[in-house]
């Protein structure tokens, strides 16, 4: 089975402009996870779904950030307008279930804003 | 609230030898689990190990096995017959039992094998 896909790999853009990054979780898994990584704060959870719905969005910094998953196969994660604050690697990761079920990541985006 | 740290930002080790890597967290939870991952030079962030807090027996997967102390809050991984391709950075990383789903990550150990 694959495993989680995220899209683009590497994204540079200019201060001001949308950002969309994309995620294909893996197929059955009920959770999504979208993190952070920075040097400064190492890893964050920005914000969760289970079966679609966002449960815990406490970690997105500020309105510029969104993220949606219109089915269960698909989301995003929109910064709009990007800053140069906002270089980082994103990662998607996926879970089966709640307990203590084990998150698989996807190989992260790299956003570099200038 | 939650945190874990990772007390060691760099360890090195020669090849075949055994290194450990040490993990604390903070916690007023009973029930949890506790993971090591791996990020090598990839990015990507890998699965190495976990640990349920009811379970007194150390987690082993190959050559990598935790040390797991719950009353001390203590959680080390252990790599025996370290080989190149275990240079990565590791993350220990906590999740409660149920509630939250997030992972609260340490900062990271960056390991480098030496030949």
């Known amino acids: 089975d694959a495993g989680v896909i995220q899209s683009p790999r590497h994204e540079v853009t200019e201060m001001g402009q949308e950002v969309t990054l994309r995620c294909k979780p893996i197929?059955?898994?009920?959770?999504l996870f979208w993190y952070r990584q920075t040097m400064m704060r190492g890893l964050e959870l920005l914000i969760y779904f289970n079966n679609n719905v966002p449960i815990d969005d406490s970690g997105m910094p500020e309105d510029r950030f969104s993220a949606k998953m219109p089915n269960a196969s698909f989301s995003t994660l929109k910064i709009q307008p990007s800053e140069p604050r906002d270089s980082a690697v994103y990662f998607c990761?996926?879970?089966?279930?709640?307990?203590?079920?084990?998150?698989?990541f996807g190989p992260g985006t790299r956003l570099t804003v200038l | 609230a939650q945190t874990v740290t990772q007390s060691q930002p760099e360890m090195s080790v020669q090849e075949a030898e055994t290194v450990t890597l040490s993990c604390t967290y903070d916690?007023?939870?009973?029930?949890?689990?506790l993971f090591w991952y791996k990020q090598p030079p990839s990015r990507q962030m890998i699965l190495v190990i976990r640990q349920e807090a009811y379970k007194q027996q150390n987690a082993t997967e190959n050559r990598f096995s935790v040390n797991f102390q719950k009353a001390a809050k203590s959680f080390s991984l252990k790599i025996s017959d370290s080989q190149l391709g275990d240079a990565a950075m590791y993350f220990c990383?906590?999740?409660?039992?149920?509630?939250?789903?997030?992972?609260?990550f340490g900062q990271g150990t960056r390991l480098t094998i030496n030949p």
């Open positions: 990383a906590y999740r409660v039992l149920g509630g939250a789903q997030k992972l609260v």
């Open positions: 916690t007023s939870e009973s029930d949890y689990y």
């Open positions: 990761a996926s879970s089966p279930g709640g307990g203590g079920d084990t998150q698989y």
């Open positions: 197929s059955g898994h009920d959770y």
